[in-house]
């Protein structure tokens, strides 16, 4: 709800008298009007109290973190995140290419009205589209979109806010219309945090969804500025190969694992935030994720072992040497950390960063206290300085396969692509590789 006041129009003889509710005009000062003996009340004042009060609960009630969902991949993660895992600091909005994309959401209800829930929006694409070129430039257009995206949240008076992206590049709304999401939110709020939480396609994928995901991550690297500040890249043959354990020993999948490790980022955004910064001064875009789930401390006995053993499991590749950035996310049960204080997984921390990555530059830690009796930790680590080359590597086969198609059948106006456009997203990928190296030579 929101209350705007007029211009006022009064002449300037006025400003020294106030009027009853009669209309009576007394001078300024008296408590009753001189004529009736109505109580004088300043409507003026008292209206723009009404109004800062309102405007004040507004920003108290809109949410700092957003998660964004888009596609089929997006929305099914963010329906497990928003369901299965208590979120209060969150808002969601999921963006579907058809209603079947949205169907897991017909039962929860949505506050409209307080801005407060989960908002779907049909963006009616055809099933028959299926590459990211062909549907780009109908959604750009969408005003009803536009509107979503500051229905659900997003605001420029609220300072450090964090929104998340979600979804599986590869699908053709996805490597479509994120870049044009991205874009607006920064127009809206130029200080909102921009975190792309994407996943690739596996190698299994046809060569179609493999060209898709290559055109998609090379269109979210190639206007860094306008794009987002954090690219978090999930291969989907690792994800594909995820396992955890919860605390009953029963065996998790990424269906599970991946809303785990979102709800890691949603709920503490700020340090996410602090890390964006950063990254977003020294143009390093791409992160590596590392997630493990229900390590017993009293197996591993401290926490560098943790990490080491995590770190050869990334979820995209990365090589140690490149890692310029760095944030651990690490949940301890109470009982442990009683017994080995946070002091002591801080000096780990920083003991194994300054062992594993020798141009490190910047590194964070939050640890988060639960209640719980098991000795299990779960850790989330983002690894900054991650080379394209290296993550889009399973995908380049099948890009290539797809290009020779298109070239050979000259399906290039069927697709609405032109070669051009695909040499300029293969030398986004190459440049960013060289930018990284150049700064990676900086910090040597």
Known sequence: MSIRISSNNRKQSYTSFIFCPNGHKNVSGLDDCATCDMPIIDFQQELKFIIDMFENQNLKET?????????????????????????????????????????LFSNIKT????????????LNTSNEINLWSNIESSLSENKQLDDYIRRVGINENIKDQTVILTGLLG???????TPYVLRKIQSINQ???????????????????????????????KSQKASGDILVVLQGNALEKMVGIDRSGQTLNSEVLVPRMLNLISEHGTTINNLSRIAKSLKV???????????SYEIYDNIKNILDDAAYFPLSPFEFESI????????????????????????????????RFPVLKE??????????????????????????????????????????????????????????????????????????????RTHR
């Open 171 to 177: 699908e053709p709304l996805v490597s479509a219309i």
């Open 111 to 122: 506050d409209v009205e307080s801005n407060n829930g989960i908002f779907t929006f049909d």
């Open 285 to 295: 875009l791409a992160f590596s994720p590392v997630y493990v789930y229900g390590r």
């Open 324 to 355: 310029i950035l760095s944030i651990a996310i690490i949940r301890v049960p109470e009982n442990v950390l009683q017994n080995i204080s946070s002091k002591r997984i801080e000096d780990d921390y920083n003991s194994w960063n300054r062992k």
């Open 191 to 221: 200080g909102t945090s921009r975190i792309i939480f994407s996943a690739l396609p596996s190698t299994n994928d046809t060569d179609q969804i493999q060209f898709n995901a290559y055109c998609g991550l090379s269109r979210i690297i």
């Open 363 to 440: 590194s964070l830690l939050h640890i988060v206290p639960v209640r719980e009796s098991s000795d299990r930790i779960d850790v989330l680590l983002l690894l900054g300085g991650a080379k394209l080359e290296n993550i889009i590597k399973p995908l380049q086969n099948g890009y290539d396969r797809f290009k020779s198609y298109i070239q050979d059948m000259e399906l290039w106006d069927e697709f609405n692509i032109t070669e051009d456009d695909l040499k300029k997203l293969e030398n986004t990928v190459v440049i960013y590789d060289k930018n990284l190296n150049k700064l990676l």
């Open 63 to 103: 949410k700092k973190i957003i998660n964004l969902g888009i596609g089929l991949y997006g929305s099914q993660t963010i329906f497990n995140l928003s369901t299965n895992i208590y979120q209060p600091s969150s808002n969601y909005l999921v963006l579907g290419s058809s209603k079947s994309d949205l169907e």
